[in-house]
Structures are given as structure tokens and as C-alpha cells.
């Protein structure tokens, strides 16, 4: 296959079937070009999840080839997912947050792979607090936390070794819509220092004003 050095996603002919009877993607071509902000939409059941979970291996394609940021994942040594994992900061809906744990160690668990001393440790959690707004917090327990407050300490392990990529799924589904724009400002935020996103969401109050691209799914298949 033929691809630039531009696009850091690349999917060919992806299929993804998880029994005999469903085909959750089907046939999906796509490229993402580094530092793009795209968002990825279809009504519940179309497949966004899926296709996000290929992006970073928690589920493998059926068929087809995936490339992120040069290497083929589509047949990715189990050893060599924590690699691709570290390039990808990955959000959901529900925060999957170790909730008797502190704001601190939430975070600073994403770090320990990379073998930073506890100083070093330190000082990137609280840079990144701080810049979600959560530094008063740093030693509260998660599930003392409102919803609005927990996305943004799910956002910030997500992005505090500074991956590339960001895959968000449904990132505000549970949020209201103050906390829901304070989750977009952030993500904005993150794109314009160059991560390129994908943020997958049924809102179209998310994307109905915007110039940015919208990857439409149906029934697994691409539709725009
Ligand atoms: N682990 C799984 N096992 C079997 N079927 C699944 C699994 N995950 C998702 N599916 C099915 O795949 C299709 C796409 O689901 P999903 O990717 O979660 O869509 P979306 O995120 O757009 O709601 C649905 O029909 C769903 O039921
Ligand atoms: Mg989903």
C-alpha cells in the first residue's frame, strides 16, 4: 500500500467481526494526517468504539491493515503493544479511574513505564494538574471527585507523557454541557501543541459548527 509520512493513522480495508453473525466494521480506508483533529460519529451500535480499539490494540482487525505513526499494528507482537500504547493517550466515557486512589497517583501511574525518577515524576503530574485545573485536588481520593472533575484527571493521565495521538470515545457522554466545553477547550488546547485526535461522539452539537473533519459510521461502514 502507498501512504505519505504525513498520515500518522492509516487504515486499509479494515474489517473488524466479533461473531459469526455481527460485523462491527466493515471495510473501512482511511488516513489521518498528524496534528489533525477529526472527530468520528454514528449513532450507537455503528462502530466507533471498535474502530477506536484498533487504534491501540485492545481488539485486533479481522481483516485489513492499520499503521500508526509508521508501524504496522495490524499484527503487533503482544510484547510490543506497551510501545504503542505510550504514543497513544486514550479517554472514555466513563473515566476508568482508580477511584479509591489519589488525583496524584491516577495520574502518575501512566509515567511509571517510563522509568522517570520520583522528582521528575512529580513535577509533570503537577504541570499537567495545573493546567486542568485540578492542582487543589492533587490528593483527594477520585471518587470524591464530580464527573466534570474525574474526566479531566482521566484526561490529564491520558495526556501526561505527551502522546501523539489521542483517542477520546465519548469523552462528555456523561458530562453536562459547562463541563462538556471545558472538556473540548482542553482538547483544542492539546491539538493546537500538535497532538492529532480522534474524538468519537453522537453529539452533533460537538461538531455541527465545525471545520474540522467528520468521519461518519453506519452499521460499520464509512458513510463520510
Ligand atoms: N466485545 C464485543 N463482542 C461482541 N460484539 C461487540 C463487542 N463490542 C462491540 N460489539 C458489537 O459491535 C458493534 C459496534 O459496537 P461499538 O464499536 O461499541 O459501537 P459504538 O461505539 O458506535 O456504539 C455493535 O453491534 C456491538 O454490539
Ligand atoms: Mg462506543
Redesign the pocket.
Known sequence: MTYIDTDIIILDNVSKR??VE?L?LYKISLEIKKGEFVFLT??????????LKLLFCAERPTEGRIRVDGVDISTLAPSQIPLLRRKVGVIFQDFKLLEQHTVFDNVALSLEVLGLNRTQVEKRVRDILSHVGLIGKIDRKAIQLSGGEQQRVAIARAVVNRPPIILA?EPTGNLDRARTNEVMELMEELNARGATIIF?THDEKLFENTHRRVLK?KD?RLIK
Open positions: 466479533y461473531t455481527n462491527a454514528g449513532p450507537s451500535g455503528s462502530g466507533k468504539s471498535t474502530l470515545d468519537a459510521l460499520g
